[in-house]
């Protein structure tokens, strides 16, 4: 494993009484797109800023490039920031904007007209140059502010929430072409998000945050599947939570009864934050299944009442009444080829295993 | 599609009846004596008579009379030397209270500002000579450290007085329009700058003074234009070196009995001020232009 682009540990930071951050230690990779994921005041953002060199952490070291990073200010840093306003300059055009950073670094005239169209041409505003900000549209304006960050060939490029003011439609086509981008420059993206699709779907690895401290950094897939606690497990994706209690340790895993389905062995694996303390089952949407008919089969089947239905055309979410769980159980079924949708009052047998259930604190 | 233009009539009605006292006052107040001041311009006056035959005599001698030209000039000379001491004093006052001051705090400060209209601009024009005088607290306290011999004299009566105690009296003017323009800036704009290399320095030149200059251009305007048609300031501090246009015209009114050429050089000095003045919103309306505002 090559050595991380950016080291940080200890970060503390404190506005007042206030602590934002709690001790933050992570590392983030070379050419890696990174997330920061949390609800909102979770420290995301503060440790963005952090990196960028506008807050000094109360505590704790950075090292960027395996430079320490104590004193250096937002202007010194290797890193360039794409704003979550953009903050494209109103009193320049677009290209103005691009050449912002070069000006200083680049003397020949030349040579900097031909990268700001170098960059421009890269997020796909050839043409624009001559345009001011009030004459772009938010997604124009977001590759503006991404032009003039990438121009600079930054080490670590950092994206404060860039996506989150843009419609859904422009939202997902321009994560995907982020995601190209940063294929194809190799630099390392940090992006901040509290959008746990976009976390997910865009990144190599997540940190979760809550409370100003990272509380699971894994690859997507580790962090769906795997999630450490039940407060990961809620904020990625929909997870059902039911009361479990723990009969003890066997062989190859954890014997449970879990409520309203019964006793069953959970493998080691599924219970990543182990099972000491206060423990709860969680299961997927997509972990339970209706039997339909006799021929579908599962290892495990309990009877429940359909209470709600949510139709999304590829999916139906039903949320299900199963006797000795409090709330309904929320079950995700694909609509293939011939399959019926089920209405609220109807009975239908749900099916699970072993494998449906996770272990969390 | 009647009924619509009924509506609109009417409320156009409404409207102008709710416009009406304030039209009114303004004809019968600002515009007619305005329009009686051209008409006096085009005449002339022998003692106290009146001669109602139109001519642009008056216009010949404000223009092209040497004392009047002077007058002029020296009246635009110490407008302009006002305008850039009561920006240069009041930018950095704008600034800190915008980028310094706790948001809490900010109206209070605002409010601070305008102490100084609680009292009479008469009785801080005496203020300031009481510092400025012959015996007064510049100079004695200038003496009293032994670092002067004699009272200084350039200090009193001419043009350096009359600046700075126009430049002092204009900066809360100043301060609120260039406040008012920092506290528009984006902030992000500031650390964007700062993200892309700026240090300090060239972050405010490239970014915080022309994103202020709309603030900067409007207060340089709203100082300029009364102070070139001052006079009570030239006449109590200015001496017979520091006397402005206004006292001219003042006196041609008064006691040379000559209404019609004070008249002239009254309307002339509008003209100037009003052809500056274009210049300066065209320059505003430049650096608007560039962000749609």
Known sequence: MSEPIIRMTGIEKAFGDVRALKGVSMEVRVGEFFSLLGPSGCGKTTLLRVIAGFEEPTDGNILIGGRPMDGVPANRRPTNMVFQNYAVFPHMTVAENVEYGLRVRIKDRNERQRQVDDALAMVGLEGFGARHSHELSGGQRQRVALARALVLKPTVLLLDEPLSALDKKLREQMQSELRHLQRAVGITFILVTHDQEEALTMSDRVAV???????QLASPQDLYRRPVDRRVAGFIGVMNFIDVRVLGAVPGGVEVDVAGLGRVVVPAEQAPGGTEGPIVAGIRPEMLTVLFDDSDVAARVTEGEIDEVQYFGDMTYYDVKIDGIGKPVTLAMRNTAGRRVLQPGDRARIGWGPDSVLLLR | MTALAGRVSREARNGLLLVSPTLTYALLLLAAPLALVVLLSFWTQDFLEIHRDLTFENYRVAWTEPIYRALMLRSL??????????????????????FHVPTKRKPLWLFLITIPFWTSYLIRIFLWKVILGFNGVVNGSLVGLGLIDEPLSFILYNQNAVVLTLSHAWVPFAILPIYVALERIDRSLLEAAEDLGDGPVRRFLRVTLPLAMPGVLAAALIVFIPTIGDYVTPRLVGGPNGLMIANMIELQFKKAN????????????????SAISIVFLWLNRRYLAGRGG
Do not use: C, H, Q
Request: glycine share 4%; net charge negative; charged share 5%.
């Open chain 2, 77 to 98: 000379k110490i407008s302009a030397l006002v305008t850039v001491f009561t920006v240069i004093l009041a930018f950095p006052i704008a600034y800190f209270i915008s």
């Open chain 1, 209 to 215: 945050m809550f409370e100003g401290d990272i509380a």
């Open chain 2, 258 to 273: 000559n209404a019609p050429l004070g008249a002239a050089l009254a309307i002339s000095a509008m003209v100037i001020v």
